[in-house]
T-cell receptor
Framework: DAGVIQSPRHEVTEMGQEVTLRCKPI?????LFWYRQTMMRGLELLIY??????IDDSGMPEDRFSAKMPNASFSTLKIQPSEPRDSAVYFC????WGKGPFGLNTEAFFGQGTRLTVV | AQRVTQPEKLLSVFKGAPVELKCNYS??????LFWYVQYSRQRLQLLLR??SRESIKGFTADLNKGETSFHLKKPFAQEEDSAMYYC??????????FGSGTRLQVQP
């Protein structure tokens, strides 16, 4: 498996434009997470899904942000309209709630992130 | 509520010196604690988890429930250890809560 795949790797857009970030989780994983990384706030959880259903979206900053998971192998994070303060690296991660080593649930595997710049 | 605090944004040490990256947490139940590492231009990856009690790349971390801490330690830092380190907690919800991260800089 190639791991969690995110696209695009870099996105530069003008303020007011719509931005769509994409994520393909690891096959078989039933949890998908979207995080945002900034210098000031570190890694913040935006939203996560279980079996394609949003479980907790309390970290989504405002209505301009929306996320979907239409099937087990694809998720999108959309910002409309985008603003300069949305500039950050957005990470997608996936995990499985099955039993791994030590009888524990497996770790979260991260994608390489999308660096978003809104000018 | 669950919270992770990493008080140092930057920790700079010389090669061969001991390293301790601090992490404190707040959570009312029994959490799972993790350390993730992000090397330059690479994805975030798991370094170690408290329950496995393992040493990875010479790093260890002990969960101290009395002090609610999970500090990351290495007796002799190497230049290749330079990276961003995140402490994370998994409590009642499935998602990880991360600290703000500490950048470790190991100078030659």
């Amino acid at each position: 498996d190639a791991g969690v795949i995110q696209s695009p790797r870099h996105e530069v857009t003008e303020m007011g434009q719509e931005v769509t970030l994409r994520c393909k989780p690891i096959s078989g994983h039933d949890y998908l997470f979207w995080y945002r990384q900034t210098m000031m706030r570190g890694l913040e959880l935006l939203i996560y899904f279980n079996n394609n259903v949003p479980i907790d979206d309390s970290g989504m900053p405002e209505d301009r942000f929306s996320a979907k998971m239409p099937n087990a192998s694809f998720s999108t994070l959309k910002i409309q309209p985008s603003e300069p303060r949305d500039s950050a690296v957005y990470f997608c991660a996936s995990s499985s709630w099955g039993k791994g080593p030590f009888g524990l649930n497996t770790e979260a595997f991260f994608g390489q992130g999308t660096r978003l710049t809104v000018v | 509520a669950q919270r992770v605090t990493q008080p140092e944004k930057l920790l700079s040490v010389f090669k061969g010196a001991p390293v301790e990256l601090k992490c404190n947490y707040s959570y009312s139940g029994s959490p799972e604690l993790f350390w993730y590492v992000q090397y330059s231009r690479q994805r975030l990856q798991l370094l170690l988890r408290h329950i496995s009690r393992e040493s990875i790349k010479g790093f260890t971390a002990d969960l101290n429930k009395g002090e609610t801490s999970f500090h990351l330690k290495k007796p002799f830092a190497q230049e290749e250890d330079s990276a961003m380190y995140y402490c994370a907690l998994r409590g009642g919800r499935r998602a990880l809560t991360f600290g703000s991260g500490t950048r470790l800089q190991v100078q030659p």
